[in-house]
């Protein structure tokens, strides 16, 4: 978001110079800066011991196709605690493990999206209202459901990942 008004007493913001930051929203009355900000927020790609991925169909955000789960980080709450709440809410399990996978930026709605992978024994699902269906869908089948990458998309991105995990792994126990 970039601040045109003062959010504090919404005076007309002014372009100050910030350092290095160049020209930075300013309020005269506040004295303070406005830096433009974003939301964070997580997504992450649940697998189970089978090498199945949930994936989750939820209209609201798309129509067309199935996503990883994912939510907003709340005040206080850090990227791996909110990661760990959004499956157990949106599916209703507990994950074991959670791997990070990095950072992505998701221009789209301007969001820093903080991917993990979460490792949960295979069990029916307990869904929220948000989402309409999910399932288990084998790794390699669950790869066409995101692929050929649309733009900006994050799902091929982590699953490249993922997959990379996989390598790694299976190079370390041999």
């Known amino acids: 978001m970039h601040y045109k008004y003062c959010p504090e007493c919404g005076l007309k913001l002014i372009d100050k110079e910030a350092g290095d930051d160049g020209f930075v929203p300013y309020c005269t009355a506040c004295e303070k800066y406005w830096f433009d900000s974003f939301a964070s927020c997580v997504i992450i790609m649940v697998v189970n011991e089978f090498d199945e991925i949930a994936m989750l169909s939820q209209p609201y955000l798309s ?80 790869e066409k459901l995101f692929f050929p990458a649309r733009v900006g998309s994050i799902m091929p991105l982590m699953y490249q990942d993922y997959l990379k995990m996989k390598e790694k792994n299976h190079a370390d126990n041999h």
Not at 88 to 105: F, N, Q, R
Not at 112 to 133: P, R
């Open 63 to 142: 129509t067309v196709h199935r996503n990883f789960v994912s939510g907003y980080i709340s005040v206080g709450e850090t990227a791996e605690a909110c990661a760990m709440r959004e499956v157990e809410e949106e599916l209703g399990i507990k994950l074991e493990s959670l791997v990070s996978t990095g950072t992505y930026w998701f221009s789209k709605r301007e969001q820093l999206m903080h991917g993990f992978v979460g490792f949960a024994k295979k069990q029916d699902f307990t869904l929220s209202s948000e989402v309409e269906d999910a399932q288990w869908i084998p790794h390699q089948e669950a």
